[in-house]
């Protein structure tokens, strides 16, 4: 998971102004093309230009909203979803619950508005050796929000060790759910996949 600007359906808030609308609407479109033109002749056989014609936009536009191709892959809406959704547990959970919580509530969210999307772009991180490479990048900007807001619930500071772990082990746990989504052709509920995944951490790792 990767932070970008929240998009009108990931989080409830104020309206946005025209000019936020209109900058998502554009990262949406360019999205979009690009993932009906990956499907259509593979992720490296896409050159940025057919992109950014597919959409109906410059190249340099596509390069002002994703500073490379894998970025339109590896940015998403999913942190502030997965932010706001923890953010809404009660004070009176503990810490990893909140965060399991959180998790299963912001993945209901986006398999319920784009399942499609999610298939695709977890099938491309498995795949395209690049993109399984940079993911560490929007993995650790995760685990910094998270962990914001992990501090905030506990009193720690941000960079507690043991906030630390825990988070990345969520994360961790997370990713491993979606590739064996992945590997089993994305036909198991995945619902229940993260929650069984994250079940081995609830019980302290044991086997």
Same mark, same amino acid.
């Given at each position: ?12 808030g ?16 360019i ?27 410059s ?23 997965? &932010?706001?959704?923890? /953010?809404?547990r009660?004070? !009176? #959970?503990? $810490?990893?619950?909140?965060? =399991? @919580? ?14 499609? &999307?999610?298939?695709? /772009?977890?099938?491309?991180? !498995? #795949?395209? $050796?690049?993109?399984?490479? =940079? @993911? ?72």
């Amino acid at each position: 998971m990767a932070s970008a600007e929240t998009s009108s359906a990931a989080t409830p808030g104020p309206r946005l102004g025209l000019r936020e609308r209109k900058k998502i609407q554009t990262r949406q479109a360019i999205r979009r093309a690009a993932y009906r033109l990956f499907e259509k002749q593979g992720y490296d056989a896409t050159p940025v230009d057919q992109i950014a014609e597919a959409a109906d936009v410059s190249p340099s536009t596509v390069f002002r909203y994703f500073p490379t191709k894998d970025d339109i892959v590896l940015t998403d809406e999913y942190d502030p979803l997965l &932010e706001a959704a923890i /953010r809404a547990r009660p004070m !009176s #959970e503990s $810490p990893v619950e909140a965060i =399991r @919580q959180g998790v299963l509530s912001s993945m209901r969210h986006v398999i319920d508005s784009d399942i499609a &999307e999610l298939k695709q /772009r977890t099938r491309l991180v !498995s #795949e395209v $050796p690049s993109l399984r490479g =940079r @993911q560490a990048e929007g993995m650790g900007e995760s685990a910094r929000m998270l962990c914001g807001v992990l501090a905030e619930r506990t009193g720690r500071p941000a960079d507690d060790l043991e906030l630390r772990v825990v988070i990345a082990a969520v994360l961790a746990a997370m990713h491993e759910a979606l590739m064996r989504w992945v590997e089993r052709g994305q036909a198991e509920d995945l619902i229940a996949l993260i929650s069984r995944t994250l079940d081995v951490l609830d019980r302290g790792l044991t086997l």
